[in-house]
Nanobody, 116 residues
Framework: QVQLVESGGGLVQAGGSLRLSCAAS????????MGWYRQAPGKQRDLVAG???????HYAASVKGRFTISRDNAKNTAYLQMNSLIPEDTAVYYC??????????WGQGTQVTVSS
């Protein structure tokens, strides 16, 4: 069974930065896709950023230019560097990975709160 463990969330003031990490463990050969999603209270879960196995990235318009997704394949880890945070970024952030030959897995979520 594959498990994803997230870390790095917390409380930060507007304009600050946070770096989220998502480490996968278990029976993993390779990870095709890594993504970050977020869900604010009363809202649906939306894609924030994604990265393919070849390093191609895509971002939600609301975070483009402020957030950067990256991956370390040797560590089976995804990262989300969040800069210039604004209160609208407040949400529970979830990582997702598509494990080759197995399926999709989600992290437990980590709270990011941006105060004004």
């Amino acid at each position: 069974q594959v498990q994803l463990v997230e870390s790095g969330g917390g409380l930060v003031q507007a304009g600050g930065s946070l770096r989220l990490s998502c480490a996968a463990s278990g029976s993993i050969f390779s990870i095709n896709y890594m993504g970050w999603y977020r869900q604010a209270p009363g809202k649906q879960r939306d894609l924030v950023a994604g990265i393919t196995s070849e390093g191609s990235t895509h971002y939600a318009a609301s975070v483009k230019g402020r957030f950067t997704i990256s991956r370390d394949n040797a560590k089976n880890t995804a990262y989300l560097q969040m800069n210039s945070l604004i209160p609208e970024d407040t949400a529970v952030y979830y990582c997702e990975m598509t494990v080759r030959g197995i399926g999709d897995y989600w992290g437990q979520g980590t709270q990011v709160t941006v105060s004004s």
